[in-house]
């Protein structure tokens, strides 16, 4: 007997076949299976560089058709959801033609690599009146949603106190070249994973108003180009630290650092409140460290993901059999996949990323002037 | 432009579709996109109870056809691989069966509810010359590998000691009821858990020749089914502690536990040698803690997984982004299409399995006799 | 102006003055400043080998006065607590000497080499009734005695299982000598310091009723003295692995093992409850793990040792700051010396150290026989 | 025999009797017994407040004498070391007398309220000749020596990144009232304990060189003494988070808090180099976590204190027995006493105390202005 699926088709249409571009095909093709979502995302074309990667791409990550020309993509009428994760600087022209056809368009983090281009980027979509979202998985964990339901729930009362971190170590030998992560627009180690931290912070505890940052260049020069022994000064940070003062009235500090040796994955935050607190660290993303009590009973308590922390049932029944980080791509999908189908909102959509730009920007401008700066936009 | 793939298909057919059904289809689903497979596996067939179910789950599951009849799955000619992930009592009657088609059989754990039934299972897929594996998914750990590796190149020394342990909570409260899990055949704490701690100590330290076992049951009656009033007392253990003596001369022991409060996945060892130790724990699937150094530096080194270790590099270049359980399936899954493929064994195939089922017959039998008791089959 | 201390003084005479000996004098002197007791040791004699040896450490360690003849200080009239600190086959000769001598006696552990040793110097002290205690001094962590607070009263529900452990490496090369600790008589890991986790099974649990244990000698041979190239065999234990039953009906499992490389310090247990669990590894021996949650809020809560949990308060008013492994010395001297004033009974008393020898020789017949032996004494 | 001790004596006189007072008197009387000191350390005089209370604490506490008038026991000829460890406005006149008699001056930290008063106190010191040292004792746990030689060596190459903190809850509770900590000079978060983890910070990297400070106050308002229902403004800081640049180059960030709810010592630091990091918490104050390796054995090593990292053998022989917080001030006594026989100089000595304050002074103000401040004095 065939199978006549009643739910209707959505067309994926995926610009990039990298890293990033396999992680959303996965997660097109396996959300179906582990949401009830209302609609059937079909992987309809994938555009990369040429005819012959996009081709190969297609057939290992099934999608229909291919492309090398991601207008025609973006044209297409099967497709109904742009999927970029293409380099950082083809986001914006990628989006605009999106926009313009009227697509869904998930972007891949950063939104682009200028506040400038983001807020083009973002005035666009919103007047077109299309879904965006953007590509800041690791909002989607389970245990980020019960730290945040915590926070906001008062249950560790007041919160007084912020400190957040992103660190990892996947820049700290000098035999690492140049690429897009070192261009002086949009590179740096803030620029590309304090973008994480401050995107938490943001989730967790609401605008992040003022900031005093300190940046430094810790390998001062670095390949041209892999291998290669020429070599050519380094102009963005690999390290910054920054004092930030939110909205709310919290104040904190976080760390956006690429050289940190011994670090593969520390998107790390303590939070502290009246009552309590609640500290995380990705490098244990399946739990969530809790201090609420009082007296000879007293402790943090190691919180492990399971069923009642949503939408970890959906992957497994049984708790502490852990999510990974893939998985948080496929929730990422299903909450868009949700979002497109109800014509809703996303989150984190343009708008957001928008002003996580902002907040990189006025850190960076922070280090080169020395003094606090505000962020545009926040009251 | 349309994709030709030019790999050969191979159909899967799925019988079942719970927890274990879905976590199987998701992993045929994204395999494709993740290893480089030589073939391309086809969700042809999905089977389960009654035509509804089976029809609503292979429209959300992605499998071209259901069918209520898993006889009729199991001859379909497109089938090539039966995977069996129903209950426990129906796997020796569909593994012949998929053995008398010549169809590679993929079965989850545990093999059959007694060795009896494994054996004659082993022996037919031999006789037959058919490809088979059995779900022990835990093993397709990089971590695992990666201790694996450790203790055959001689990095720790001679073997000594071995400390197991699989604890788990789901069975501690007295309002769960009676099922399969708690069947006088196949049913009980060592048999449903216990197997993973024992298939993995085989892994890693080979075959364990004799044991010693004492078993009890905590929950002494459950519900007859859920929500009822009515109990009936159970006969099969909730928590096993075993010493154990490797046919190599290592001893040790072990404890299945599924009414261990607190614990959701501690399925754990620590293994000593002459010159250093390696210690695991399920809760921390993606780090491995290996001790070998003397003097003043000398510490347990806690080691985070990363395309070091493959094939975590499958999933994800960066170290630190962590394997969930789901992903693990989708290793076990590559190796079985791999095994298929190439005609070649699976691991671990119908004869491991039941050496493992025999395992835990011999610890059964210690804990009713109170003597130890020599694995058959074991030298 | 000159101090008048009104408390009245308590003379110790202490015989031995290596690492334990070094600590008993150093409790002895530091009690009086820490608690706040009835009486004031005063350090009378020291007793060691030689006249020389004895009288630079009672220099060192502050005592009054210094002998080589162990039996003068037994003897002297300024001598009320007989602290003996000597090779473990001198225990029954000094013990029984002190108690002829109507001294309160304070013997390290373990209190013989044998349990037919250890129950003439419990029969000889029972009946000229005079007070006792034996060195347990991990008993003495207030984190152990809030383990027993919680278990006792019910916080963690009905006890369903144990998991223990004292794993060391002091022993793991094969060039440590042989010495006393490897003595067929009263050697052996189980002897050594599986003896403490033993004690501290019964002082959370009860008593252990029944046994079943699998010792193996890992260095086969060793140096018969230092540096010696001469090897003669190991006919000790250097791992034993038991079952044990629990007269409460509790079961579980231990170890004992001072060839665990990599490990320093894990005497450790799992303790679970129908309710909850508890954990602790000496390694963080300031903290307990408690574990009584259920829900989205579950989790094992790391609870660190403060001026809440008796008597820590009275080394530091805050929390965090940490005892050491001196200190624990300091807690049982006071006890000591408490129990002495009180004309009371110490604990653990020769009798509760006899029954612990009596529970390792039924692990040692155990291991001999490979059947399960029942504890002498214990119903 | 008697005892007649060859060690020429060295008097001590201790000035406050309590937390402080008691770790103090404890120390001078262990520290003989547990290390080889060429002078004997003699609990002349203790003084206090009262008569009475200076004589139940001499009394308590070994002293010989006990007085009310602290400049008797400083001018007293039988007193060598003068210890301070009265409430923090005395340390000058107090210190200033004892300096004037010549003796050497043993100071709880703070050094005094203000940096200008400490300048005073240093430079009398140092006209004077007299050997000081300062009661940072948390610089004394071996596993910060191992740190400081692992940074040294160049073991973690250059070091490129600090993120210190020292956060505890004490004052997190409106209930505790005010007292000197909140008093606005020389109180605060960032006077009382922010001082610790910049005294640990030159300790390992040097000067820090500039700083730029955010303050903030948590509890608004405090009864204006135990118990009491009328409120007064809290003036001073509860948490301030600080960015710093050190002499070398170094840069990172630091926090002070004493409102950190869960946090009960949380004292440490992460500092990372080009070829590895170290990161320690006084929370486990027995550890030192090292990174070093590449590859796929790569980890921090969590690195257990044991006689290899001296002076923790003059406590215990064997690893993984644990120092305590009392046992660090052992250590600070024993180089203490030696400083004074020797006539050398002692660290930290007053200059370097004096520093950290200049440097917490500096965060103070960098806290007020917005602006980054230069520490004075630092090149």
Known sequence: MGIETSKPAVGIGLIGSGFMGKCHANAFRSVGGLFDLPVRPVAEILADMTDEVAQRSAAALGFKRSTSDWQKLVDDPAVDIVAITAPNVLHEPMALAAIAAGKTVYCEKP???TAASARKM???????GVVTMVGFNFLR???IGLAREIITSGEIGEITGFRGRHAENYMSSPDVPHSFRTAIEGGGALADIGSHIISMARYLLGPIADTCADSHTIVRDRPVSAGSSHRAPVEVDDMTHALVRFD????????ANWAASGRT???SFEITGTK???????EFMNELRLYTGVGARAGFKRIEAGSQHPPYGQFCPAPGHHLGFNDLKVIEVAQLVDAHASGGTGFPDFREALVVQETVEAMQESARSGAWVTVPGVS
């Open 141 to 143: 964990n389970p245990m």
């Open 265 to 267: 994955m520390d998107l």
């Open 248 to 255: 709310s009235g919290v104040a904190g500090s976080l760390e």
């Open 111 to 113: 939104l682009s690599t």
């Open 122 to 128: 973002t005035e666009a979509a919103e007047a077109a």
């Open 276 to 282: 309590g607190a609640v500290a995380f660290s990705q």
